[in-house]
């Protein structure tokens, strides 16, 4: 059974970098959401970053340890509750390299719209711009639970 630890930013931002392709700088100023597996080790993360709630944007990157099953429904449901329910953002928006199908075919599963970015990662690297609505989130088949999950607070 997985755990999720709130809290523990600066930990769990420092190990999604390094596992995330072009983040070699971190995230700067962050929340982020930890993966425990049932042995207490940090199997993946979730961090939302550049938020600006004027506009009800944020950004979310997330990493796990390979061969590690953990992107499970109730870990969607935390990370979105994080996004629209805890922060209100209205657009979340992911940026992926431009090869990476697996993680494309996921979001695109997951409802989210795509623009693809010429060179954002390198002359020869173009990225994908994945953007998730809350109106598109709240309709998805992902998101079973009607009510939003517990606060971080409430979960501690």
């Not at 506009?55 to 629209?84: D, N, Q």
């Not at 695109?108 to 994908?128: C, I, T």
């Amino acid at each position: 059974m997985l755990r999720f630890v709130y809290g523990k930013d600066e930990v769990v931002a420092t190990a999604v970098s390094r596992m995330v392709p072009n983040c070699e700088r971190g995230f700067g100023k962050c929340a982020a959401i930890g993966v425990i597996d049932e042995g207490g080790a940090l199997i993946a993360g979730i961090v939302f970053h550049n938020w600006q709630p004027w506009a009800g944007v944020i950004e979310l990157s997330a990493a796990a340890l390979p061969g590690k099953r953990w992107l499970t429904r109730e870990t969607i449901r935390c990370m979105y509750s994080y996004v629209f329910d805890r922060c209100g953002c209205q657009l979340v928006i992911s940026c992926v390299p431009a090869n990476d199908e697996r993680v494309l075919r996921q979001l695109a599963a997951g409802g989210y719209s795509f623009v693809r970015v010429p060179r954002l990662y390198g002359r020869e690297r173009d990225a994908v711009l994945c953007m998730l609505t809350e109106e598109d989130w709240r309709a998805n088949k992902f998101n079973a639970a009607k009510e939003p999950l517990a606060t971080e607070k409430e979960a501690a």
